[in-house]
Nanobody, 119 residues
Framework: QPQLVESGGGSVQAGGSLRLSCKAP???????????MAWYRQPPGKERELVAS???????SYADSVKGRFTISRDNGKKMVYLQMNSLKPEDTGVYYC??????????WGQGTLVNGPS
């Protein structure tokens, strides 16, 4: 069973919305809750880039390109992290990856979920 599992990707029309989910099925709550979580994306032909992050105390930060459109959140009880993406643009296209940095420094990645933004 993988450490992180993403879901929710798909194709969307201009101005549309998607909600990505990431679950950590192998985590126990005492591991997940103190972890810092983030979403990265890799556009076609480009390097992976940070989209949004949320710390264990729920402080959030966003890439300038998504501020005001994307919202990251977490539900520790469910061991889930979400990325609500609104007003999607063509440049939002890419594979989105969930990232976890545990308190002990171990880092994990999900397998990615594809988002096809409006063409």
């Amino acid at each position: 069973q993988p450490q992180l599992v993403e879901s929710g990707g798909g194709s969307v029309q201009a101005g549309g919305s998607l909600r990505l989910s990431c679950k950590a099925p192998r985590n126990i709550l005492s591991v997940f809750s103190p972890s810092d979580m983030a979403w990265y994306r890799q556009p076609p032909g480009k390097e992976r880039e940070l989209v949004a992050s949320i710390t264990s105390d729920r402080s959030t930060s966003y890439a300038d390109s998504v501020k005001g459109r994307f919202t990251i959140s977490r539900d520790n009880g469910k061991k889930m992290v979400y990325l609500q993406m609104n007003s999607l643009k063509p440049e939002d296209t890419g594979v989105y990856y969930c990232n976890q940095v545990q308190r002990n420094g171990l880092t994990y990645w999900g397998q990615g979920t594809l988002v096809n933004g409006p063409s």
